[in-house]
Nanobody
Framework: QVRLVESGGGWVPIGGSLTLSCTASEHISENNLLGWFRQAPGKEREFVAAFRLGTYYSESVKGRFTVFRDNAKNTVYLRMSGLKPEDTAIYYC???????????WGQGTQVTVSS
């Protein structure tokens, strides 16, 4: 099965920037969903951004986050800027591999935003 590994998390000051990466064990077609989700303590997992022949963002991160791919490295990135405390969460990458929905998930990487 395809494996996804996230990295790049850490502590960031309010207003700071951070870029996360997610590397797949094999190539994922650009026709398939490849995106980012996050889950804050005590809250439900929420959609952040995705790529599939284009980019898509949740309203809360639009204009601050950018998702892009490096197909040569089988990697998708999430570039974050203007970070806010509410962005604090475990960030997961996910991919559509064999079904019509996200069916493959990484283990997550922690992002903490505070003063």
């Amino acid at each position: 099965q395809v494996r996804l590994v996230e990295s790049g998390g850490g502590w960031v000051p309010i207003g700071g920037s951070l870029t996360l990466s997610c590397t797949a064990s094999e190539h994922i077609s650009e026709n398939n969903l490849l995106g980012w989700f996050r889950q804050a303590p005590g809250k439900e997992r929420e959609f952040v951004a995705a790529f599939r022949l284009g980019t898509y963002y949740s309203e809360s991160v639009k204009g601050r986050f950018t998702v892009f791919r490096d197909n040569a490295k089988n990697t998708v990135y999430l570039r974050m800027s203007g970070l806010k405390p509410e962005d604090t969460a475990i960030y997961y990458c996910a991919a559509q591999v064999t079904t019509a929905r996200y069916d493959t998930w990484g283990q997550g990487t922690q992002v903490t935003v505070s003063s």
